[in-house]
């Protein structure tokens, strides 16, 4: 963790006096549910948040806290009032940050003194992923920790001088009464702290843009797993600590790796990790779809929220891990997953909502959780079966004699131990969850999110794309190319991009997460269908990136653009969602081979080497840098294929395990650069490359695999 230096002793001891004061009420940071729904359309309040579009910012829209909107104009008002802002940044499906609001933002006593001495601002971090980076540092440098909801003090011009996360109302307002009486009588010492602390956030901000650029090692990612493997479980799967994140990002690099590196233990701690999801109460496993995370070692009580991101990563990790392992029970998950977005988040516009709350009624998990009289009732003679195979009363017994639905044993143990067939326990276990979705959906459902966001939502283009890919369901490609195509229709505007979505209204300039993952999107959109406009597109957005975000100094792409923040940060470190700029290494790195484009390799290579030191210490949250590093330091390829029979053979090709491959195809003549000079009437050719360097034409799959397996 940073921690600044050179800060006054005297307000190191302010600082830790209030953090005495109050730390031990600060809360788990990665804790989050949904909120608690209004029972009665009188309100007594309404503040200006009553025009957002936001769901979590209109939750808060008739508080008594006078909360105002981020924008340039509320930032001007508060420097003309003077005022210490009081910053306070949540997410609409975040627990903690609905008990803070019904303990203290509805308390009148305590609004009527955060009205009274701050300027108070509300963000969704999901709508401004860069202001809430800022802060969440600041809260890391002060606290040493993190989370939502997160509620920062800054001087009028926006820098920060104290954060936390959650309170309770007799602490919370007695820190407002701490800080509103230094903002008062040590404002002068209080504004060298926060220019101290700022310049804290700066440093860290640099501290890998510093970094001089590494050749590239072909031995990193070898140490970086070799170091990592003492944090895994490998009896549970994922990392040995809970909470337990799947953390797609993490699995996808051990597969790219283990491509190239025959490493059995990996394989086996892959293998254990992915079938333990699959199996635990993670899954929703009669609806579909992975909660957020696990709260315990076993992937057993899940964090019952769903999130868009979460969703779209572990299709395509699921799909890849099919193509190696060939185990029908991903293409099952897979096929769940789909069924889920499908039912519970597709808008009418072709794009998928947010995230869904875990809270319903005031419960955390009450939608999903059953009891066993309650399944007795509803199976009847399936009852038996169903126990047995979802764990009631056994490992899926939860609290007050609830069952989360889970698994222990495959399908061919349960299927031998009834004496049926595979098929026959299949079909019989459909029918059960039929009959169980059918009485989940007369219970109140939990909150709904229903904003699109456009970074989400391409990440789950690709992810539905690579469903595709091993099931041949032409309905995943469906729900994938209308998604992309709203995107297009919707989201892309002359020389720019928004960045949220909803009720046909598109808000909010685009960050570099809706450019990564939308240049993404396009391109496997384009490898699927062979279409030239998504190459295009993509290759349009990517050359926009680099005009709004790169800095060639740094060597790096920053967030955002240019606007009113005090700092202008870059993302960097991977997290439940990949960095920006890893995403955006691999872009490069796609679209300088596809072109044959020496700047963007180079630019891409230059990247991983600033950060090459950190991706053997710290792999976990540099893999997808790592998935990167081996493009460039083990052997991949680009298949080119052209002519009559492009689609077929390409399809048949990208169902196979080649993660270390690009795959694009075109049926007819094309002026693209990977296509050129290559159409033959009559003949259809592939192209097997590295680099721009071609191996003779050949024409079957087989001698295409032959050539880059070798």
Known sequence: MVVMQNIDVIFQRFMTRISLLLGSLLAL????????????????????????????????AHNPVDWHAWNVENLNEAKKLGKPLLISIGYSSC?????????????????????????????????????????????????????????????????????????????????????????????????????????GIRLQETAISDNPSESLDKTIPIKAVE????????????????????????????????KHINDPYTEAFLKTTLNKMAYGGILDQIGGGFSRYSVDELWKAPHFEKMLYDNAQLLNLYAKAYQRYENDEYITVINKTIDWLQRDMLNESG????????????????????????????????????????????????????????????????????????DELRNKIEKINAKLLEQRAKRVAPGLDDKCLTAWNAMLVSGLLESYKITQNENHKKLAINCLNTLINKQLKPNGMWHTYKEGTSTIEGMLDSYAFMIQACLDGFYISGDGQYYTTAELLLSQAIEKFYDADKGLFYFNQENELIIRTSEVYDNVIPATNSVMVNNLAQLGLL???????????????????NIAQYPSGHSNWATAHLVFSQPFYEIIVVGEDAETLANSLQGKDLTNCIIAYSQKYSSLPMFANRYKNGETNIYVCQRGACKLPIKTVNETLQLVDQ
């Open 95 to 199: 627990h903690w940050c609905h008990v803070m609001e019904h303990e203290s933002f509805v308390n009148e006593k305590i609004a009527e003194y955060m009205n009274e001495h701050f300027y108070c601002i509300k963000v969704d971090r999901e709508e401004r992923p860069d202001v809430d980076a800022i802060y969440m540092t600041a809260a890391n440098i002060i606290t040493g920790s993190g989370g939502w909801p997160l509620n920062c003090f800054a001087l009028p011009s926006g820098k920060p001088f104290h954060a936390g996360t959650y309170y309770p109302p007799a602490g919370w307002l007695k820190l407002l009464q701490t800080v509103s009486d230094q903002y008062s009588n040590n404002r002068e010492k209080l504004e060298t702290y926060a220019n101290k602390l700022t310049q």
């Open 351 to 422: 794009l998928f909502y947010a995230a869904l709350d875990a809270d319903s009624e005031g419960e955390e998990g009450k939608y999903y959780v059953w009891k066993s009289e309650e399944l007795k009732t509803i199976l009847g003679n399936d009852y038996p079966l169903a126990a047995v195979y979802y764990e009631v009363d056994g490992k899926g017994l939860w609290e007050h004699g609830n069952n989360i639905l889970l698994r222990e044993h495959s399908d061919e143990y349960i299927a031998q131990k009834f004496g049926i067939t595979n």
């Open 595 to 613: 072109q044959g484009n020496n700047t963007y390799l180079q630019m891409a290579e230059e990247m991983i080497g600033k950060v090459q030191a």
């Open 29 to 60: 940071s990665w804790v989050s549910c949904g909120p608690r729904k209004e029972n009665s359309p009188m309100h007594s309040h309404t503040n200006e948040l009553i025009t957002e579009t936001s769901p979590y910012l209109l939750q808060h």
């Open 227 to 258: 170091g990592w493997k003492n944090n895994w479980d490998t009896e549970e799967g994922g990392m040995a600590k809970a909470p337990k994140f799947p953390m797609p990002s993490n699995y996808e690099f051990l597969l790219n790796y283990n």
